[in-house]
């Protein structure tokens, strides 16, 4: 399971560990990824994402699951989150 938020596209990020002594070794910052189920209120039903702790509070700003995909950048998001978003716009057009 690959470690890349489906929402935002965010990834690990390389770093140094950085001791008292200033040596330095290289490390990664893992996003904080959790299992989620978020509800579309077009479509009446629910889908379940792995999703950042940054993002789900982005999820709830904007207003939730319809609102956040209608902005995000089809770039940033997984194929499974570009297929809700297309049935999400596709639904609200008919």
Known sequence: MSRV??????????GNNVSHA???????????????????????????????????RSVDHRGGLDAYLAKAKDVELSA???KVKKDIAKAAAA
Do not use: M
């Open 5 to 14: 938020c489906e929402l935002s596209g965010k990834s690990p990020q390389t």
């Open 22 to 56: 200033n040596n330095k070794t290289k490390r990664r910052f893992l996003p904080n990824l959790n299992d989620v189920t978020l509800i579309s209120d077009t479509l009446g039903r629910s889908f379940k994402f792995r999703v950042s702790a940054s993002a789900l």
């Open 80 to 82: 499974k989150a570009l």
